[in-house]
C-alpha cells in the first residue's frame, strides 16, 4: 500500500494558485478518542440557524493529509466559493483533514483489480469524521434529506465506503478518480444518486475501478451517472469541477423515501387518448401518459407540443412516446398534444409571409389553450395538480408554447381560448424556440423557464435575428428572439431562468433534450417547478461544428 500511497501524495502535493479560503471557518472536532480532526466550514451567506440547508462533506486525497488545517482546501474549495454557486446553492460545506498518519479507506494495489477490504470498522480519521458529521446535524441547520459526499482520488473511494455503511444518510455522491467494491452497491443504490468522474488514461488508480462499480449500480437500476474524460490522467477533479451541472444535479437529490420527479420509481406507465376539441371538423387528440398504480392526486404536469415546422409531426411518434413514458415513471403526468397543422403542404421560410407566420402561431396557441381548458376541468380525474402545469415545445413547438405562456389575450384574436383569470403556467420549456418581443416576459408575468438553444441554429435564431434569417427585403422577415435572448430579459428583471448554451450546436436541440438531457428536464422540474426555489443557471454543452448562422456568445469562446 505504501509505494501507491506515496505516488498518490507527491502526485497531488502539486502548488495551487493562492486564493483567499478564509470564507472556510477553521475549526477542530475533538472525538471520543481523544484525537482533534482539524476541519473547515463554509457557512451560507446570511445563514440562518434556525433554517434546514443542503451539507456537503468533501473528502480530499492522500497528499492533502496533515495537521495544518489548510492543504484539505486545495481542490474542490474554489467551487463552492464561486459567487454564483453559493447564490444559487446555499449551503454548509465541510472540509475535514485526515491525519499524516492514517488514510480514510484501506487500499492495496494490485494490478488492475486492487484489493478493497470493506472493514468493520472505519479508519481512525473516517471515523472522527463521521462523528463530526453527526454533531454537526445536531447542532447546525442541516437538512437531512439533503446530505452530500464528494471526495477525490483516496477520498474518492472513502465514498464508496461511507455509502456501504450508511445507505440511507445521503442523497447524492461524487466520487472523484477513486473506487468501489461492486459487490456492496446492493447496499445503497436503492437510495443514493451517484455520479462518477475517472481519467480514461488514469495511471495512478484505475479507471476500471469506477467503470465496474458504476455498472453495478446501473444493473441494480439506480440514480447513477458515470463521466468518463478520454484524454485525462489521474486529475480528473479538474475536468469534474468544471461540469456547469454538477451542481445543480446534486442539489436536486433528496433522500426521502418517495423519490419522485428525481428518480425512476414506478415500474410502468399507463396511457390514455382524449379528444379536447373538434375545430372544422378535425378532431384534436392528446395523449395523458401517467405512473401505473400511483395514487398521488396532484401532480405536476408537463404538457408537451411536437415540432415540425407546422406542417408535420406527430403526437405520438414513438421518440415523444418514449421520453414521455420515461417521466411519467418519475411520478409526472405527462400529456402530448395534437394541434392544427395550418402550414401542410405549405412553405414556412422566407416565401411566407410574416403575417401568416404571426397567424399560424395564433392559431397554435389557441389549441394550447384548449388542451389546458380540457386538463383543467378534468385534473380530478386526471391527478394533475393546476397550478404546476408546464408547457414544452420543440422547434416550432417551442415557439408555439413560449406564445402560450407570455401571450396575453390582446396578442390573439377576440374569439380566442380565455384561460381562467387566476391561472398560470407553472412553467414553460423551450428547445429550439423563440418569441417575437421579450418585452412579453415582465417580471409580474415572467414564469420558471428552461432554455435549451444551439448556437448556430440555422432555422430559429439563438440571440435575436430574423426567423430562417429571411432579409428584410423577403416576405417572410419577421424578427425573433432565441433562448439566449429570452434568457438574457428574465435575467435582466431579476427573475429565474435555466438556459443550456449548445455551442456550435444546430437545429437537432429541438429533440435532443428528450432523449440526452432528461436529468436537467426533471431537474427543472423539481428544484424549479416543484419546490419554487429561485435559480439562474447557465449551462454550456460545447460540440464539434461550425457557424454558417448566429454567433457565439462569451460563453462559448475557448477557455484557457
Known amino acids: 500500500m505504501k509505494p501507491f500511497l506515496l505516488l498518490l501524495a507527491t502526485f497531488l502535493a502539486l502548488p495551487a494558485l493562492a486564493q483567499d479560503f478564509s470564507a472556510f471557518e ?6 471520543a478518542d481523544g484525537a482533534v480532526l482539524p476541519y473547515r466550514i463554509l457557512y451560507p451567506k446570511n445563514y440562518n440557524r434556525s ?3 443542503p451539507l456537503v462533506l468533501f473528502l480530499h486525497a492522500a497528499g492533502e493529509r496533515g495537521t495544518d488545517n489548510e492543504a484539505q482546501l486545495t481542490y474542490g474549495a474554489s467551487l463552492f466559493l464561486d459567487s454564483l454557486n453559493r447564490r444559487n446553492f446555499p449551503a454548509i460545506v465541510v472540509f475535514p483533514q485526515c491525519a499524516p498518519d492514517e488514510y480514510w479507506t484501506e487500499l492495496t494495489p494490485e494490478g488492475k483489480s486492487w484489493r478493497m ?12 469524521t463521521i462523528a463530526l458529521l453527526g454533531r454537526l446535524q445536531q447542532g447546525e441547520g442541516v437538512d437531512p434529506q439533503r446530505i452530500y459526499l464528494m471526495g477525490i482520488s483516496m477520498g474518492g473511494f472513502a465514498v464508496y465506503d461511507l455509502l456501504a455503511r450508511f445507505p440511507d444518510r445521503f442523497a447524492a455522491a ?4 477513486g473506487g468501489g467494491l461492486p459487490q456492496l452497491a446492493p447496499l445503497y443504490a436503492p437510495n443514493t444518486s451517484v455520479w462518477a468522474f475517472h481519467g480514461a488514461k488514469d495511471d495512478v488508480v484505475p479507471p476500471a475501478l469506477s467503470r465496474q462499480a458504476c455498472e453495478a449500480l446501473l444493473r441494480l437500476g439506480a440514480d447513477v451517472k458515470f463521466t468518463e474524460y478520454p484524454n485525462v490522467k489521474h486529475e480528473s477533479w479538474q475536468p469534474a469541477f468544471s461540469e456547469a451541472g454538477l451542481l445543480p444535479w446534486m442539489f436536486s437529490r433528496r433522500s426521502a423515501a418517495d423519490r419522485r420527479y428525481q428518480r425512476t420509481c414506478f415500474g410502468q406507465a399507463n396511457k390514455n387518448t ?7 371538423g378535425e378532431s384534436l387528440a392528446l395523449d395523458v401518459y401517467r405512473p ?9 404536469t408537463l404538457l408537451y407540443v411536437h415540432g415540425g415546422g407546422f406542417s408535420g409531426g406527430r403526437r405520438d411518434d414513438p421518440y415523444h412516446a418514449a421520453f414521455a413514458e420515461r417521466m411519467a415513471r418519475m411520478g409526472y403526468v405527462v400529456v402530448s398534444m395534437s394541434y392544427r397543422l395550418t402550414m401542410k403542404g405549405k412553405s414556412f421560410s422566407c416565401d411566407q409571409p410574416a403575417a401568416n407566420k404571426i397567424k399560424t402561431f395564433q392559431a397554435a396557441v389557441e389549441d394550447i389553450r384548449d388542451a389546458t381548458l380540457y386538463l383543467l376541468n378534468n385534473r380530478g380525474r386526471l391527478g394533475i395538480d393546476p397550478n404546476r402545469l408546464v408547457l414544452a415545445g420543440s422547434s416550432a413547438g417551442a415557439e408555439a408554447v413560449l406564445h402560450a405562456a407570455y401571450w396575453r389575450d390582446n396578442n390573439l384574436p377576440p374569439t380566442s381560448p380565455k384561460l381562467p383569470a387566476e391561472f398560470r403556467y407553472g412553467g414553460v420549456i423551450s428547445m429550439a424556440g423563440a418569441l417575437v418581443d421579450t418585452s412579453l416576459i415582465s417580471r409580474r408575468r415572467a414564469i420558471p423557464t428552461l432554455l435549451f438553444h444551439g448556437t448556430c441554429d440555422p432555422l430559429i435564431p439563438f440571440t435575436a435575428a430574423s426567423h430562417h434569417y429571411c432579409q428584410e427585403t423577403e416576405p417572410g422577415y419577421l424578427p425573433l428572439y432565441g433562448g439566449y435572448a429570452i434568457a438574457q430579459r428574465l435575467r435582466s428583471i431579476g427573475m429565474p431562468y435555466f438556459l443550456l448554451t449548445a455551442c456550435y450546436g444546430q437545429h437537432e436541440w429541438a429533440a435532443l433534450p428528450l432523449s440526452d438531457f432528461v436529468d436537467e428536464i426533471s431537474n427543472f422540474l423539481y428544484e424549479d417547478v416543484f419546490l419554487g426555489n429561485f ?5 454550456r ?14 460563453e462559448c469562446e475557448p477557455r484557457p
Not at 472493514?119 to 481512525?124: D, I
Not at 461524487?174 to 478518480?177: L, R
Not at 401505473?292 to 405536476?300: F, I, Q, S
Open 274 to 280: 382524449y379528444t379536447y376539441a373538434t375545430k372544422n
Open 174 to 177: 461524487a466520487p472523484i478518480a
Open 292 to 300: 401505473a398504480g400511483d395514487t398521488a392526486r396532484n401532480r405536476v
Open 51 to 53: 433554517q434546514r440547508y
Open 26 to 31: 477553521k475549526r477542530q472536532f475533538q472525538a
Open 117 to 128: 477490504p470493506f472493514n468493520a470498522e472505519p479508519s481512525p480519521s473516517l471515523q472522527r
Open 541 to 554: 454543452h460545447t460540440q464539434s461544428g461550425n457557424c454558417e448562422f448566429g454567433t457565439l456568445p462569451p
Open 535 to 539: 435559480r439562474q443557471i447557465q449551462l
